[in-house]
């Protein structure tokens, strides 16, 4: 894949020469005339190296540069200057820029820079790892960080526990860990195992002979014997069955499985994988995870930041999503500048999923090319990353009417009461219940 760069200079005439002899080179090229227009475009493409001019109206380089290392980290940045002197060109290096060349730019000098950041940040190394990364959308030096683990045990047999939240991408990694290694030429079998009840989820993992139980009309392979030269992910892990647990560690000790009803066992080699979003120690202190399994399982742990803790991903995994969610069709194109601070600021408890989920909103009711701030905050503001059982809805609006009752009546028992057409035995007990002290209400009057 072509490396894409961005550049940044108030001469027109210099962007058009500039993109001429870097588009020859093979480059993709961005161009844009300002320091505040330079920043969209890094939310809304994919960008592996900035060059940008020193003077400029408005932000200048140094200030590009200092927003570009606060919201892009790791992204190496390019500084020209007409008017370069050794000392800036010193202070400039020492803040992290990776470059300082002075104008008239010579092609050679500013070539050879270009590569050597691009290899300098590991870009050049994109086209090498995009096929088994490919489906992972980052420049986040977390999630590089947990990308050259998994090119560190690719063509180790070990087993891996990805650990992390619901919706931080746990799948997406055991995926990258099939196609990086030595097991990618077999097949990717998923299964969820706090989704079935036991006896059908042993059935799905070890297979079972015809007859074994009622409904067992004929063999069933099972997804071990399925997964044969493959990998399987053993996703939810942590809600497994202590007595099927039993089992499972037994097929990974002597790399072989024994179907429901059979007699006869059968060798395997597969790869596993196993995630869990719960803590899985506080699991086995509670007895409900075997403490020999887990070490078994979790020879390599991974585990995988919250969306918040790799803010700088939000907009390049925004636009990819919308350019799903679009289709093709060209439709909605971006999002407007304070709809990503938006969504960068925003709290995120679904974590990606939740993202994904918000960009598909707003673009199905945009009405314009680009996704307004309004519109997010709606999808926000509906989408909190989850859906609620009708109990939880219930607890978050008592706990939320008693708070509003209280602000209301000064932190007054009675009135908050009388409001509510409870006595106020009811009301204190529903006070007890959410740990409300209305006291502090009333602090907050004087």
Not at 254 to 274: A, K, L, W, Y
Request: glycine share 6%; net charge negative; with cysteine.
């Amino acid at each position: 894949m072509p490396h894409s760069i961005l550049l940044v200079d108030d001469d027109p005439d210099l962007l058009r020469l500039l993109t001429i002899r870097l588009e020859a080179e093979g480059f993709i090229v961005h161009s844009c005339q300002s320091g505040e227009a330079a920043l969209p475009m890094l939310r809304n493409h994919r960008i592996d190296i900035v060059v940008t001019d020193l003077r400029m109206s408005g932000m200048d380089g140094m200030e590009l540069f200092e927003q570009i290392r606060h919201f892009f980290p790791g992204l190496p940045v390019i500084i020209l200057s007409a008017q370069g002197t050794i000392p800036e060109a010193v202070t400039a290096t020492q803040q992290g820029v990776f470059e300082f060349l002075t104008k008239p730019v010579d092609k050679k000098r500013l070539f050879d820079a270009i590569k050597s950041a691009l290899q300098h940040s590991g870009a050049h190394q994109q086209e090498r790892t995009e096929i088994w990364r490919s489906h992972i959308i980052s420049r986040s030096a977390a999630i590089e960080d947990l990308l050259s683990q998994v090119r560190q045990i690719s063509n180790l047999e070990v087993s891996v526990l990805i650990t992390g939240e619901s919706g931080t991408g746990k799948e997406l990694f055991a995926r990258a860990i099939h196609q990086a290694g030595g097991y990618q030429n077999g097949p990717f079998v998923p299964i969820n195992c706090g989704a079935l009840p036991e006896q059908l989820l042993e059935s799905e993992l070890f297979g079972h002979v015809k007859g074994a139980f009622t409904g067992a009309i004929k063999d069933h392979q099972g997804l071990f014997l399925a997964a044969e030269g493959g990998t399987l992910f053993l996703d939810e892990i942590a809600d497994m069955p202590v007595s099927l647990q039993v089992k499972l560690l037994r097929a990974l000790q002597e790399r072989q499985i024994r179907p429901i009803g059979s007699n006869q066992h059968f060798p395997v080699n597969v790869r596993i994988v196993s995630a869990t979003n719960r803590n899985i120690e506080q699991v086995m202190a509670e007895g409900l995870f075997r403490e020999d399994l887990f070490y078994r399982l979790n020879v390599v742990n991974l585990h995988l930041p919250r969306l918040t803790e790799r803010a700088e991903d939000i907009p390049l995994l925004a636009l990819h999503f919308l350019t799903k969610a679009d289709a093709g069709a060209k439709r909605v194109t971006s999002f407007s500048p304070a709809a990503l601070d938006l969504m960068v600021k925003a709290a995120w408890p679904g974590n990606v999923r939740q993202l994904e989920n918000v960009v598909q909103q707003t673009a199905a009711f945009s009405t314009s090319p680009v996704i307004s701030e309004e519109l997010v905050r709606r999808a926000l503001a509906v989408d909190d990353g989850y859906f609620p059982s009708l109990d939880q809805a219930r607890q978050q609006f008592e706990h939320d009417y008693l708070l509003k009752l209280l602000r209301i009546t000064n932190g007054s028992v009675s009135d908050a009461a009388r409001l509510a057409q409870r006595n106020r035995t009811d009301f204190y007990k529903l006070l007890k219940r959410h740990n409300i002290q209305p006291g502090s209400f009333k602090q907050e009057k004087q």
